[in-house]
Nanobody, 118 residues
Framework: QVQLVESGGGLVQAGGSLRLSCAVS????????MGWYRQAPAEQRELVAS???????NYAGSVKGRFTISRDNAKNTVSLQMNSLKPEDTAVYYC????????????WGQGTQVTVSS
């Protein structure tokens, strides 16, 4: 059974940094696209960043230049380095794994809270 477990969330002041990590168990990650999504209260879940099996990255415009996604296929992990955090980055952050050609083959982590104080 595939499980995604996030870690690294917390409370930080505006301008600070956090690093989120997601460990995947129950299968190999190498062919999957990995991503980070976030959901603020009363908002829809949105894509923050994704990285394909080939290392192609995609970022939401609001985080481009501040956040960096990376993956380690040998360790089955994906990380999100978040710098220059803003109060509007406050949300629950979710790790996501999806098959590039089978949309139903998608898994989510339980989420980790990131709170940025002004």
């Amino acid at each position: 059974q595939v499980q995604l477990v996030e870690s690294g969330g917390g409370l930080v002041q505006a301008g600070g940094s956090l690093r989120l990590s997601c460990a995947v168990s129950g299968g190999t990650n190498s062919i999957y696209t990995m991503g980070w999504y976030r959901q603020a209260p009363a908002e829809q879940r949105e894509l923050v960043a994704s990285i394909t099996s080939g290392g192609i990255t995609n970022y939401a415009g609001s985080v481009k230049g501040r956040f960096t996604i990376s993956r380690d296929n040998a360790k089955n992990t994906v990380s999100l380095q978040m710098n220059s955090l803003k109060p509007e980055d406050t949300a629950v952050y979710y790790c996501n794994r999806r098959h590039p050609f089978r949309p139903a083959d998608t898994y989510w982590g339980q989420g980790t809270q990131v709170t940025v104080s002004s």
